[in-house]
């Protein structure tokens, strides 16, 4: 199989250009006729069921949720950056493209990351004409920050709450449109299976969450628009329901998996208390900005935090890392805290967090402006852990984020099926091996307003002409029984422990050996064992209740199963990948310092892989740096 | 820490509940409500029962699908909080919890402790919306806005929807959550151009979707996990009137 990127001629700044001037078009009639089914209502979904809806298209969305509205872009806090220059601080589309190029290690793909910097401004015109109340300066213009790996402030914020404020534009968009008649929107419906006819994606099998019945759709273009799947983790800052399923399926029906193994790790978010956890709070990056992050210099210090003289404090990220210091891009300030803690200097009850202190910022700024930066971040840090975080340091300890990995795309977001595309974060196209903070909703917005519905129609053009699918294909009945047969399979097996039971075990070997610091003996190890859960998991696992009615526990054990496909195939992927970057951090490939050594002499691409049952094949996108030259990444 | 769980049970909307008692042992401090309930299921698996249905997505406080009535309060003992940001630690050794779903007509149950809450949907379909195509906005900066009308326009678009104001208001009013959204939209100048049609029918949809009025005791306020006041009602009321005879 090759691999076309199918990246436009020209100089990086006119390549988007040239793509929309030779791109085909569809006449407004002819669009009415085609229909498009999108996966996931999140900024990226709701972005583009509602845009592609507004072109024209029929438009059916579909989300696991109650509501559109719920869909966990809704948790972004800290913000969403954008190359406007409004604090004429140096910035520029070139300067955006360059960070985000660089925080991600080099391994993305120069032509999109730059159109993902060059679309970013007209985004924030248009979220601010939706109605997005991003925060504003006295005089009434829009007020910006900084966030990690980046000198310049080119962020946008509404409070700390931006990907709800984003979100609840993107979904009253949408429901705009529903009530225009163009979109069909589909709550508490999961997506189990991608129907493919003639090697284009037709459709999909969607299992309804409250009757339990499985339906079937026809569609001449399918985007899944899934989110991440860090929940592989289970410990992890994603929302409960957040799901690998919809891109595994994919997967198994050939769409091939870009970088599965890239992600990130988020360095503030609040340490796990106990065995029961489910979830990692989020406190924003954005925190950085003011907070101070250190740990006493004592090891094992049992004194309280304010007990502790200044002198005895390290500001490790300050000491490392001194021209960006508190900072620093979130994969090497997640390792230095792991190194941290490590290495003894952690804090808290488990001695698993490091401080983030905000003692300093209020002596100089006065506790009201810190009240208006990020009060809304102090109280739920109050509400979840009791304390509070203006009288003594937060304490804060990392955990699985953000997936860089996902569906391989070119150019116009299409995967290796045609007809079948990834928008947001479901895709690998912009972050490389590490994200910016702030681009998630960046990225997720300007694929599904921008870019999609300009690509999308270079495809569809060709199938006007053709038959529109019916449900009634036999590919149809073959999903549909596949499906059956696989949740009647999950059902039978009536064992003895539950589905949390293995999360929490496949959760513990990937943490242990595909987070923050990997090594080729841990991995080989966690591919055993993550086999070894999978075969306990079919011949132990117990699901009550029954598929015709709204059964949470079969839910689970339906998105665990391919979590732990998917886990293998994650270790796969970091074994196969002997270098450091971004967020892959191999622990045989460091400098003393313990800084990344990256190879670019022999890992300079995009690991593609292709599901053959039970193994996968990998395919090289090799990348081509025609405008950059990639660079040691340094933040000292 | 061991309490006892009084449970509603409800197989679908047509059936009949029922309050069962679960005795729950093993709990800690640190756990979270749901957590807790979560810990609940996975014995109920094993002791080969149907799981309890309950709803919950991000479960930090912002995506708004989790909610239940706990002990006879709209997600538990604390003002505005939402129910997953509840913790055990909110409780005693020995504690009875009464846990039961929404109460409203027009948030039918589905199973358990599970709601149907798209009535909100369809209000915000009326209207909650400013109708601009992608790619004709004009320059953020064009158009300022001050510093104070964005605070208060954040406020009020704060809202997660979860329909605490709802199943705690003794008439089962919706008009925080529309009020919420009219404000935050009809304040903004670019929400201003469609701002009498949109108070007219959000309203009229609250009404057809079968809320009951406002008697304005504020119920509401102190439940809302993001503390919307009830200013924005008698706002939109001022709007609604507004709009009729300007509309």
Request: charged share 25%; hydrophobic share 35%.
């Amino acid at each position: 199989m090759k691999l076309d990127s199918k990246i436009p001629e020209g100089k990086l700044k006119d390549k988007w250009r040239n793509y929309q001037v030779k791109s085909q078009l569809i006449n407004p009639a002819n669009k009415k006729k085609l229909n498009i089914i999108v996966v996931g209502s999140g900024l990226a979904g709701a972005g583009a069921a509602s845009t592609l809806a507004e072109l024209g298209y029929d438009v059916r969305c579909f989300c696991y949720q109650d509501s559109a509205r719920r869909a966990h872009s809704v948790a972004a806090q800290g913000g969403i950056n954008a190359a406007k220059n409004y604090q004429h601080d140096g910035d520029s589309i070139y300067r955006m493209f360059y960070d985000t190029l660089k925080g991600g290690d080099f391994r993305s793909r120069e032509a999109n990351t730059y159109r993902l910097a060059e679309l970013s401004a007209p985004l924030i015109d248009h979220f601010v004409q939706q109605g997005v109340p991003f925060a504003r300066e006295y005089g009434g213009t829009l007020v910006n920050r900084s966030f990690g790996g980046v000198q310049v402030q080119r962020t946008f914020y509404a409070r700390g709450q931006t990907g709800q404020q984003l979100l609840l534009a993107a979904y009253s968009q949408l429901y705009k449109m529903v009530r225009a008649k163009k979109v069909e929107m589909f709550p508490r419906s999961e997506m189990l299976d991608l129907v493919v006819i003639d090697g284009k994606a037709k459709g999909i099998i969607v299992r309804d969450l409250v009757s339990g019945e499985l339906k079937r759709y026809a569609a001449d273009a399918v985007v899944l628009a899934t989110g991440g799947y860090s929940r592989v983790f289970r410990l992890s800052t994603l929302a409960i329901g957040c799901n690998g399923s919809a891109l595994w399926k994919a997967h198994k029906k050939g769409a091939l998996f870009g970088a599965p193994s890239f992600t990130q790790i988020h360095p503030t978010a609040l340490p796990q208390s106990s065995e029961a956890q489910s979830k990692l709070t989020l406190m924003s990056e954005s925190l950085r900005n003011d907070g101070r992050i250190w740990v006493p210099k004592t090891k094992a210090d049992t004194r309280k935090a304010n007990d502790i003289p200044e002198e005895e404090r390290d500001y490790y990220l300050e000491r490392r890392y001194p021209s960006f210091g508190n900072l620093a891009p979130r994969d090497i300030a997640s390792r230095a805290a792991k190194e941290r803690i490590d290495a003894g200097f952690g804090v808290g009850r488990l001695k698993n967090a490091v401080y983030l202190d905000f003692k300093h910022p209020i002596e100089k700024y006065g506790l009201e402006t810190i009240k208006d930066r990020y009060g809304n971040l102090f109280n739920m840090y109050k509400k979840i852990t009791g304390i509070d975080a203006y009288k003594e340091p937060m304490q804060i300890s990392p955990a699985a984020h953000f997936s860089m990995g996902g569906l391989w795309v070119d150019y116009e977001l299409m995967t290796t099926i045609p007809g079948l595309y990834a928008v947001g974060e479901c895709n690998f196209s912009d972050h490389g091996a590490n994200r910016l903070g702030a681009n998630s909703l960046l990225q997720a917005s300007v694929d599904g307003y921008f870019i999609l519905p300009n690509t999308i129609n270079n495809y569809l053009a060709s199938e006007i002409n053709t038959d529109h699918p019916t449900t009634s294909h036999p590919e149809f009945d073959k999903a549909e029984k596949d499906t059956k047969d696989y949740i009647e399979k999950v059902l039978a097996v009536n064992g003895t422990k539950t589905v949390d039971h293995f999360h929490r075990e496949l959760g513990k070997v990937m943490w242990q050996e595909c987070a923050m610091s990997r090594n080729k003996t841990g991995l080989e190890k966690a591919i055993t064992e993550i086999k070894i859960i999978r075969e306990q998991f079919w011949c132990d696992v117990k699901v009550t209740g029954n598929d015709k009615e709204m059964n949470t526990e079969l839910e689970k054990a339906l998105r665990l199963a391919d979590f732990i496909e998917l886990g293998i195939l994650m270790c796969t992927d970091a074994l196969e990948r002997e270098e450091s970057c971004g967020a892959h951090f191999r622990e045989e490939f460091q400098t003393e310092e313990g800084e990344a050594i990256r190879v670019d002499k022999d890992y300079s691409y995009v690991s593609a892989w292709e599901y053959k049952k039970d193994e996968f094949k990998l395919h090289k996108e090799v990348l081509e740096f025609e405008f950059v030259k990639p660079s040691v990444r340094s933040y000292k | 820490m061991k309490v006892t769980f009084k449970i509603w049970r409800q197989e679908g909307p047509k059936d009949e509940g029922v309050i069962r008692a679960y005795e729950v042992d093993g709990l800690t401090e640190d756990m979270s409500f749901l957590e807790a309930l979560d810990h609940l299921n996975e014995l109920l698996v094993l002791k080969d029962e149907k799981v309890i249905a309950y709803e919950y997505d991000c479960r930090e406080g912002i995506c708004g699908q989790c909610g239940v009535f706990i002990n006879g309060r709209a997600h538990g003992p604390h003002d505005n909080m939402t129910t997953c940001q509840l913790h055990m630690r909110s409780f005693n050794d020995g504690d009875i919890i009464v846990v039961e779903p929404w109460r409203a007509a027009s948030f039918p149950v589905i199973k358990d402790l599970v709601v149907d809450r798209s009535a909100f949907d369809r209000i915000i379909e009326q209207g909650a919306y400013i109708s601009t195509k992608t790619g004709s906005a004009p320059e953020a900066n064009a158009i300022p806005v001050p510093k104070d009308i964005s605070d208060r326009v954040m406020d009020a678009a704060a809202c997660i929807g979860c329909g605490a104001c709802v199943a705690t208001c003794k008439n089962s009013s919706a008009a925080l959550f529309t009020s919420a959204k009219i404000n935050h939209l009809n304040n903004l100048p670019q929400g201003k151009a469609e701002e009498h049609k949109r108070s007219a029918e959000m309203t009229f949809q609250m009404e057809v979707e079968g809320f009951g009025s406002c008697t304005f005791t504020g119920a509401c306020e102190v439940e809302c996990p993001e503390g919307i006041s009830i200013i924005n009602i008698a706002e939109m009321n001022a709007r609604v009137i507004k709009s009729k005879l300007l509309g």
